[in-house]
């Protein structure tokens, strides 16, 4: 059965700094990781979605890699705003239809 | 403006009473998804649907059913035969196959 696990779970950290969020899964039989967004009381905003073929996806101050072997992919946030505060979910796709198997997420607060 | 409409945002429901979640898409996706979210869990996967007049469970059907009799909307039913309805539940659509996901706003339901 697959598992995700997001490390860590809460992050607290100044205005500007340089982030990383921890995402880890135990089949590496995946088509796909989607990295999300969600605001308190609010939907999911999708953010990166990477192919298990491909190894990393940049989008604006978001990269994301994939290491499919390693069951392992980052989130890498730059110079983080207050702004970005939200929690951050990991989700893997195990059937190729998109049905998604999540990890819980890590809180993050930004400071100014 | 293409998204994803649930509908209502709060629901209230007593025991013993069954109720029906509304989830609309204009994006012209043809596949769509219902996961349920608890405070502290990942996302669950409760039902998905790839094509019209078609759908498969997911890992928590027990005491939820839906239909899929258009292509834009996919309504989940919460029965009373589900023990612990009380959760947020987000309605999420696809093109179809390994593709991003991107969800609705969310309905809380709330057993009173």
């Known amino acids: 059965k697959q598992e995700v696990t997001q490390i860590p779970a809460a992050l607290s950290v100044p205005e500007g700094e340089n982030l990383v969020l921890n995402c880890s899964f135990t089949d590496s039989a995946i088509y796909n990781l989607q990295w999300f967004r969600q605001d308190p009381g609010k939907g999911l905003t999708s953010l990166l979605l990477i192919q298990s073929s491909q190894r990393e996806q940049t989008s604006g101050r978001l990269n994301a890699s994939l290491d499919k072997s390693s069951g392992r992919s980052t989130l890498y946030i730059a110079a983080s705003q207050p702004g970005d505060s939200a929690t951050y979910l990991c989700a893997v796709d195990r059937s190729g239809y998109s049905t998604l198997t999540f990890g819980k997420g890590t809180m993050l607060l930004v400071s100014p | 403006d293409g998204g994803i409409t649930q509908s209502p945002k709060y629901l209230f429901r007593k025991e013993g009473q069954n109720v029906t979640l509304s989830c609309e898409q204009n994006?012209?996706?043809?596949?769509m998804y219902w996961y349920r979210q608890d405070p502290g869990q990942g996302l669950r996967l409760i039902y998905y649907s790839q094509i019209v007049n078609d759908f498969q469970k997911g890992d928590i059907a027990e005491g939820y059913s839906v239909s899929r009799e258009k292509k834009e909307s996919f309504p989940l039913t919460v029965t009373s035969a589900q023990k612990n309805p009380t959760a947020f539940y987000l309605c999420?659509?696809?093109?179809?196959?390994?593709?991003?996901?991107?969800f609705g706003q969310g309905t809380r339901l709330t057993v009173v």
């Open positions: 999420a659509s696809s093109i179809g196959g390994t593709t991003e996901a991107f």
């Open positions: 994006l012209n996706h043809d596949a």
